[in-house]
C-alpha cells in the first residue's frame, strides 16, 4: 500500500510544475510585505548606533570617527530590526533582492551627520 502512495506521490510530482523558479533568470515573486535588502537614507542618519546593536547577525557597522555605515548583505537575515527600530526611521526594507554574487557584500555608505557627543561625555574625555 505504501508502495502505491509512493508512485503516486511521484507521478503528482513528475506532471505537476516545479516548486521553483530559476532565479535569477525568472524573476521572484514579490509582495508588499516581500524583504528583499536594507536600504539607507544616508542624509537622514543621525548615526546613533541602534541599528547595529539591534542587528541580531552583526552585519551592521558605524563607524562614527569616519561617518560611515556599513552593512554586509552575507551576515544580514533580513529580519527587518534594524528597520523597525530605526528612530528617525532612515531604514527601509527593499522588496528588491540583491543581485546574486560570489563576492563579499559589503556596502559601504558615507552618512553626513553624526550625533554630538554629549555634554557628560565631554566631561569624561577631557577629564
Ligand atoms: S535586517 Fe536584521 S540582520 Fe539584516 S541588517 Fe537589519 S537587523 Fe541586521
Ligand atoms: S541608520 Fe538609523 S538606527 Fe542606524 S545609526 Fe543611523 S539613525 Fe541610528
Given amino acids: 500500500m505504501a508502495f502505491f502512495e509512493m508512485v503516486k506521490t511521484a507521478l503528482r510530482t513528475v506532471l505537476s510544475r516545479p516548486a521553483t523558479i530559476r532565479y535569477p533568470a525568472e ?3 514579490k509582495t508588499l510585505l516581500t524583504r ?3 536600504t ?3 542624509s537622514r542618519c543621525i548615526s546613533c548606533g ?3 546593536r539591534k542587528c541580531p547577525a552583526q ?3 558605524l563607524n562614527k570617527e ?3 555605515w556599513q552593512m554586509d548583505r552575507l551576515r544580514c537575515v533580513v529580519c527587518n530590526s534594524c528597520v ?5 526611521k532612515c ?4 522588496t528588491q533582492y540583491t543581485a546574486p554574487t560570489v563576492t563579499r557584500g559589503v556596502e559601504i555608505v558615507t552618512i553626513t551627520y553624526v550625533k554630538p557627543v554629549k555634554a557628560a561625555d565631554k566631561g569624561e574625555i577631557q577629564g
Avoid at 84 to 88: G, I, N
Fill in 59 to 61: 552585519a551592521i557597522l
Fill in 50 to 52: 541602534t541599528c547595529q
Fill in 84 to 88: 523597525d527600530t530605526c528612530p528617525v
Fill in 40 to 42: 539607507i537614507d544616508e
Fill in 91 to 94: 531604514l527601509f526594507m527593499d
Fill in 27 to 29: 524573476p521572484a515573486k
Fill in 36 to 38: 528583499g535588502h536594507v
Fill in 66 to 68: 569616519e561617518k560611515t
